[in-house]
Structure formats: C-alpha cells, structure tokens
C-alpha cells in the first residue's frame, strides 16, 4: 500500500504526544503496577478499534454534523477525565499494591483498569473524528479492495497504540518502584498525574467541534 510508512510515522508522531491515555497508562503503571497497567492498554485497544470501526461506518460524519450530538459525547468525556483526576488527589499514594488483599481482588482489578481504559479514550470524541480524518487520506480506491486497505490500517492503529502503551506501562512500573519509599516524591506524582488528566478534560471542554 502507497504511503504506508508515511502512515505509520504519522501514528507515531501522534502517540508521542502527551494526551490522556499515556498518562492513564503512567499512573495505572506506578499504582498498582505493569499488568494492571497492560489490562488497562487492552481497554485502550478495544476503545481504538471501536472508534476505527464507527468511522468506517460514517458515525464520526454524525459528530461532525450533529452539533449536539458532538457535545454530549464531549462533555461526557470531560466529566470522566476530571473524575479520574479528581479521584487521584484523593488517593493516599500511588506506590504498587502487592499486599495479600489485592492479590484476593486482583481480577476485579484488573477488570476495572480495563474498563477505565475503555472510557477514557471511547468518550473522547476526538479520537473518533481523529480515525475518520486519518484513516481515508490513506485508502486508494483505484488500489482495489478499499475495505482491506481501511482494515488494515485500523489494525495497525491498534498495533501501534498496543506497542506504546506496554512501553509506557514498563516506565509506569519502574518509575513506581522507584518512588515507593519517597513519599514527598508520590505526593508530587500524584498531583502531577491528577492535573494532568483534569487539564485534558478542560482542554476537552473548550475545544471547538471540527469544521
């Protein structure tokens, strides 16, 4: 396929960026440590496949020309990731938990970190409208078999994201077994990971729809 490595520099490009989903994976990684973090880049996964395959079938155009419909999504989006920010300043630390208790509710947990990942990037709408403007400026119709070529793309999308992700969850993890006995430096982790994700919501909340 034509521009395929352009495509896969531009994917890149885009999960280098700081956003929402890296900084979940981070924190996740640090708290509770790699696995819990990986659960978490699976929820991220089916999010992404989710929002490629809603925009092979046109409902990003929905978003784009349904004004409330953009907005309600947004804000839904908004209010999760202020939650999620608002939830870690109230955490006690974000060291790894390896006591017996967790270990007892550790599916349960894992479960959780998926799910979490699953609604903080399906409930962006950004990201859906990202995949529909992305997506078709790589699929040639005169190359034949345009469903193929928008498959495969969206499974690279998935692949890629996958790939950093786990590369995130492995520097989550070191970088909460290194500040396990620091506390000064959990507290300012905490905060950090907690603005972070509440200045992605507002980010959320005053960014204008596409045109």
């Known amino acids: 396929m034509a521009n395929l490595g352009m495509f896969i520099g531009a994917l890149v ?3 280098l ?19 819990h973090a990986l659960a978490t880049a699976a929820g991220l996964g089916l999010a992404r496949a989710a929002h490629v395959t809603l925009a092979a079938v046109g409902l990003a155009t929905l978003l784009r ?14 209010a999760y990731l202020v939650w ?3 939830k870690l300043v109230r955490a006690s630390s974000l060291v ?35 995949c529909s403007v992305l997506l078709p400026q790589f699929v040639h119709a005169d190359a034949g078999n345009v469903a193929g ?39 300012v982790q905490r905060w950090t990971f907690a603005v972070l994700l509440i200045g992605f919501g507002a980010r959320l909340a005053v960014a204008g729809q596409p045109g």
């Open 13 to 15: 490009a885009v999960y």
């Open 17 to 35: 960026v700081p956003g929402p989903d890296m900084v979940l994976v981070l924190q996740t990684s640090s708290a509770q440590g790699r696995w």
């Open 65 to 78: 020309t349904v004004p409330w419909a953009f907005e309600v999504v947004r804000m839904v989006g908004v």
């Open 84 to 86: 999620l920010g608002i």
């Open 96 to 130: 790894p938990e390896t006591s017996a208790a967790t270990s007892a509710v550790s599916a349960q947990a894992y479960r959780t970190a998926a799910w979490r990942g699953l609604l903080t990037n399906i409930t962006n709408p950004k990201a859906l409208l990202f």
């Open 149 to 187: 070529q928008f498959l495969l793309l969206g499974v690279l999308l998935v692949a890629i994201g996958l790939l950093f992700d786990v590369l995130y969850a492995t520097a989550g993890a070191a970088l909460g077994y290194w500040i396990e006995r620091r506390p000064v430096v959990q507290t």
